[in-house]
């Protein structure tokens, strides 16, 4: 990966040296020229990126491919490594498979980006529903997250217990030498997941996470990443009133699924990144290469799912693939400086 990465940095005209450092230290070789690769990359064309169901695997992939008119792959696979009973679409018994397809799309050449939808702490069991008690989109109160943030007590050795099995299936993408753009706890700023709409309790938490898989796992291949939600409507806040600190994020993104990609959001973005790269985490509406013009920075953009089909056309599939920069394209640059 680390040849590839240089490779591809230096074709786009760009020195391989490692200006930008992660936030972690001990970060790897290949997690370094990740980063130092998307910084190179910012203003300079836009990847595409595609999210897959853990059920489904990795079809979005192939979807997208022939979608958009066969112009090209997603060079960044995203996955979610599930909070759901088994056989659902994120049901957590494909956890393996999320890492079997991280290490497939990997060695094509992919850049791979991970999430997590965590069961609330609050419970024992292993997976939960989208709604209802103890769902995704419940409700911690002000005591259980008081519980959860100190160190020892019931909820948060509970918490310290999940995050320990989403550590065992990192660490294996580690071994292998692949860096992961990691992407926890999403779009906090909106008021529908139990981590969400806390500002002061979810800066803890995120730090929280990042102490536990840094300092305690060693699992130096992540590059982490910020991740919020698009501003502008009555239940979600400012970025700036979730931000964790620059000293845990190397990436700030934020989701689309509005369809409107304000200029707004782009700037209350980039003003909070302060200079760290910027990209579209998720989106419904692929963004339009006059969109992709007017927002230079973004570095990449990841359709979520079935929305590829469902949110966008012919037409608006094969422009944005044929105006971005696909695995195909990637891996031409590669082999052509090599």
Same mark, same amino acid.
């Given at each position: 990966?680390?040849?590839?990465?240089?490779?591809?940095?230096?074709? @786009?005209? /760009?020195?391989?040296? +490692?200006?930008?450092?992660?936030?972690? %230290?001990?970060?790897?070789?290949?997690?370094?020229?990740?980063?130092?690769?998307?910084?190179?990359?910012?203003?300079?064309?836009?990847?595409?990126?595609?999210?897959?169901?853990?059920?489904?695997?990795?079809?979005?992939?192939?979807?997208?491919?022939?979608?958009?008119?066969?112009?090209?792959? %997603?060079?960044?696979?995203?996955? #979610?490594?599930?909070?759901?009973?088994?056989?659902?679409?994120?049901?957590?018994?494909? $956890?393996? $498979?999320?890492?079997?397809?991280?290490?497939?799309?990997? !060695?094509?050449?992919?850049?791979?980006? @991970?999430?997590?939808?965590?069961? %609330?702490?609050?419970?024992?069991?292993?997976?939960?529903?989208?709604?209802?008690?103890?769902?995704?989109?419940?409700?911690?109160?002000?005591?259980?997250? !008081?519980?959860?943030?100190? *160190?020892?007590?019931?909820?948060?050795?509970?918490?310290?217990?999940?995050?320990?099995?989403?550590?065992? +299936?990192?660490?294996?993408?580690?071994?292998?030498?692949? *860096?992961?753009?990691?992407? *926890?706890?999403?779009?906090?700023?909106?008021?529908?997941?139990?981590?969400?709409?806390? %500002?002061?309790?979810?800066?803890?938490? +995120?730090?929280?996470?990042?102490?536990?898989?840094?300092?305690?796992?060693?699992?130096?291949?992540? @590059?982490?990443? /910020?991740?919020?939600?698009?501003?502008?409507?009555?239940?979600?806040?400012?970025?700036?009133? /979730?931000?964790?600190?620059?000293?845990?994020? !190397?990436? @700030?993104?934020?989701?689309?699924?509005?369809?409107?990609?304000?200029?707004? !959001?782009?700037?209350?973005?980039?003003?909070?990144?302060?200079?760290?790269?910027?990209?579209?985490?998720?989106?419904?509406?692929?963004?339009?290469?006059?969109?992709?013009?007017?927002? *230079?920075?973004?570095?990449?953009?990841?359709?979520?799912?079935? +929305?590829?089909?469902? #949110?966008?056309?012919?037409?608006? $599939?094969?422009?944005?693939?044929?105006?971005?920069?696909?695995?195909?394209?990637?891996?031409?640059? $590669?082999?052509?400086?090599?």
């Amino acid at each position: 990966m680390k040849k590839i990465l240089t490779a591809a940095v230096a074709m @786009l005209g /760009f020195s391989s040296v +490692f200006a930008q450092a992660p936030v972690n %230290p001990n970060a790897t070789p290949e997690a370094r020229e990740l980063l130092q690769f998307i910084y190179n990359q910012s203003g300079h064309g836009l990847l595409a990126g595609q999210h897959s169901y853990p059920l489904y695997s990795d079809i979005y992939m192939e979807r997208a491919y022939h979608q958009s008119g066969e112009v090209g792959h %997603p060079a960044v696979f995203g996955q #979610d490594f599930g909070y759901s009973k088994p056989g659902s679409l994120d049901g957590i018994n494909n $956890r393996q $498979r999320v890492v079997d397809n991280a290490i497939k799309w990997h !060695d094509k050449g992919a850049i791979i980006t @991970l999430m997590w939808h965590a069961v %609330p702490p609050t419970t024992d069991a292993n997976y939960t529903t989208w709604k209802g008690e103890n769902g995704i989109q419940s409700k911690l109160t002000d005591a259980q997250w !008081d519980e959860l943030l100190k *160190p020892g007590t019931e909820i948060n050795l509970r918490w310290q217990a999940q995050v320990d099995v989403i550590a065992f +299936f990192l660490k294996q993408l580690q071994d292998q030498n692949i *860096p992961v753009i990691w992407r *926890p706890y999403h779009e906090m700023n909106g008021d529908w997941f139990w981590w969400g709409y806390k %500002p002061g309790h979810y800066q803890k938490l +995120f730090r929280m996470l990042y102490d536990r898989l840094t300092n305690y796992h060693h699992l130096n291949n992540l @590059l982490w990443v /910020f991740n919020a939600n698009e501003i502008g409507s009555s239940n979600v806040m400012d970025y700036d009133k /979730f931000y964790p600190g620059k000293d845990v994020v !190397d990436i @700030l993104a934020t989701d689309v699924y509005s369809k409107n990609y304000e200029k707004g !959001d782009y700037e209350a973005l980039l003003k909070l990144a302060d200079g760290k790269p910027v990209a579209w985490g998720e989106c419904g509406q692929i963004p339009t290469p006059e969109i992709a013009k007017k927002q *230079p920075k973004m570095v990449w953009f990841m359709t979520w799912c079935e +929305f590829l089909e469902t #949110d966008n056309t012919w037409e608006s $599939r094969s422009a944005i693939y044929n105006y971005s920069i696909t695995l195909e394209k990637l891996n031409a640059m $590669r082999a052509e400086k090599n």
